[in-house]
């Protein structure tokens, strides 16, 4: 339904985006993570026929995103970062004038429907400008809808809304996710992990990683990371570790403390305090590091910062 | 053909939420009465003294004169407002070509300036159940059209440098001028010029209506003239809306 190919997009000077490559399946949910100007918005802006790449290619539900920008538009559904709106109008005449403009038959009935669908049927002839921006978030979101598109792209769709309109909200897409392909940014790890199939970690321009939530969360959950530290200076502190079985990832931090993994649900720590204290070193510290996704995300992001 | 149509109606409704249309409103219809009743009086009293029929369309040539001023606030905000507001957005990424979305604009422009056309007919109907035999109907009727097509090219240039702006102010000045320009300026140097000189006069806005299609003449070249600058307008508006997407 997506498939993007060796996408870069350069601002003037600035690349914003460069040589992005994935791809998203019919019924697949994709999430897209990353940090404030790590280019989602490029990324979407490009996918939904706003503005051209500088190079590479992509493809929406078939079409081209340069070549056939209008079939692309017909067939995408788009809810932009900052929720742009015609204030002045009120809710339901503006989302007949926007299925209008797709050709929606028999629109009222439709926009009935979607305004049902966001919760919004009682703010229907309400002004837009006098709605809350928890409310407008679910106007913009019944555009992108309303034309039932076979791609929807949403970018930050439950930024703004209080506790459980956001939870509404993730029903919601989980609900169109499960035929319809789904975009969608966020910086919020745990909506990631929540409501989408796969998710790409972007990070200046670049997919950092790539993976399904499972593998994430294994990678998140399914090891415990544990920081071992003995008095002095000990070179082989590392190699002692290793000796322990199931022991894995072993690494020496710049301080002489040691780190290491091994998989959840039997507890290492015992055999590794003994194994330290019997090769003779006074052990100082044997905690375990609480990999928490953020942490995982600015590692992930972090990296790629050190290599340049 | 439907996308415009659309865009124009939203367009149209919208100007009738904003006091600026109103006040563009009242600034036209209040200056084209009062001229009126001055007229009437005016001829009245030279009848009395066995002077000439009054004419009845000198008033089209003050409203051409008032959208010079006028036009550019009716149109600064068509699409700086939507670069502005983020709304381009929405209209670039719907299923519409960047000139169906300028023609729409420029469209419900027009329909707002003709509605105000349509109340101004009320002066010849008035004129002609006060004289005998009755005004000459196909005078008016030019005049008409030639309001049309001056007013389709004001706000075509209108809504084409209003896609080049963000800010309205920038846009409503910058048309303005222009306007200002092409009304009373360009053809000053023609004198001088001689010859040469008649391509500036051709490029004069002032030039094309009040002496031709005004008491019922129409040419071809006042035709060329507005429906050029018609399409010239609607053309910057869409090519700065394609640089747009570019950036």
């Known amino acids: ?308 | 053909m439907r996308n415009i149509w659309t865009i124009a109606k939203r367009e149209y409704d919208n100007y009738f939420n904003s006091p600026l249309a109103y006040v563009v409103a009242f600034a036209i219809l209040l200056p084209l009465g009062i001229y009126f009743a001055l007229i009437l009086y005016v001829s009245a009293e030279q009848a009395l003294f066995g002077g000439g029929v009054p004419e009845s369309t000198p008033i089209n040539w003050l409203f051409v004169f008032l959208m010079i001023f006028l036009s550019p606030a009716l149109t600064m905000r068509a699409l700086s407002d939507e670069a502005r507001m983020g709304t381009l957005e929405l209209m670039l990424t719907a299923p519409v070509r960047d000139f169906e979305l300028v023609a729409g604009k420029w469209l419900g422009a027009m329909l707002f300036v003709l509605s105000l056309a349509v109340v101004t007919l009320v002066f010849p109907i008035i004129l002609d159940n006060l004289i005998t035999p009755g005004i000459d109907w196909k005078v008016v009727l030019s005049s008409y059209i030639g309001l049309v097509l001056v007013v389709s090219a004001l706000l075509a240039v209108g809504v084409g440098i209003s896609a080049i702006f963000t800010n309205q102010f920038a846009a409503f000045f910058s048309t303005l001028g222009l306007f200002f320009f092409l009304w009373f300026m360009i053809s000053l140097p023609a004198s001088y010029l001689q010859e040469s000189g008649e391509v500036l006069n051709y490029l004069s806005l002032s030039n094309h209506f009040s002496s031709s299609m005004n008491i019922g003449t129409i040419n071809l070249g006042d035709l060329t003239y507005y429906l050029s600058l018609t399409v010239l307008g609607l053309f910057v508006g869409t090519t700065a809306i394609e640089i747009r997407r570019w950036r």
């Not at chain 1, 601002?11 to 998203?24: C, E, K, S, T």
């Not at chain 1, 090769?279 to 375990?288: F, H, I, K, T, V």
Request: hydrophobic content about 40%; charged content about 30%; overall charge negative.
């Open chain 1, 1 to 308: 339904m997506i498939k993007v190919s060796g996408l870069t997009k350069d601002y003037g000077a600035r690349r914003a985006i460069h040589n992005l490559n994935f791809d998203a399946q019919q019924g697949e949910i994709v999430g897209f993570l990353g940090p404030n100007g790590a280019g989602k918005t490029t990324t979407m802006r490009i996918l939904t026929g706003y503005m051209p790449p500088t190079d590479g290619e992509a493809i929406v539900a078939g079409y081209d995103v340069v070549e056939e920008s209008l079939e692309v538009r017909r067939r995408v559904g788009y809810l932009p970062e900052t929720v742009p709106l015609y204030t002045e109008m009120v809710v339901f005449d503006y989302l007949k004038f926007m299925g209008e403009l797709r050709h929606i038959p028999n629109v009222d009935d439709r926009v009935d429907e979607v305004l049902d669908m966001v919760g919004l049927i009682d703010r229907a002839n309400g002004y837009i400008g006098n709605l809350s921006k928890g409310m407008r978030q679910r106007v913009g979101l019944a555009q992108a809808l309303l034309h039932r598109p076979e791609v929807l792209i949403l970018d930050e769709p439950t930024i703004g809304l209080d506790p459980g309109q956001v939870v509404e909200v993730r029903e919601l897409i989980r609900e169109i996710g499960k035929e319809r392909t789904v975009l969608l940014s966020t910086h919020v790890l745990h909506e990631a992990q929540n409501i989408c199939d796969r998710v790409l970690i972007i990070n200046k321009g670049k997919i950092v990683a790539e993976d399904t939530t499972e593998n994430l969360q294994a990678r998140l959950i399914g090891a415990e990371r544990v920081i071992v530290r003995v008095r002095g200076e000990v070179d082989e502190l590392a190699d002692t570790i290793k000796q322990v079985k199931g022991v894995r990832s072993v690494e020496t931090k710049e301080d002489g403390a040691v780190e290491f993994e091994f998989a959840s649900g039997k507890d290492l720590r015992p055999e590794v305090a003994k194994q330290v204290i019997n090769s003779g070193y006074d052990l100082l510290e044997l905690r375990p590091l609480g990999m928490s996704l953020e942490e995982i995300f600015l590692e992930l992001t972090g990296s790629d910062a050190k290599k340049k």
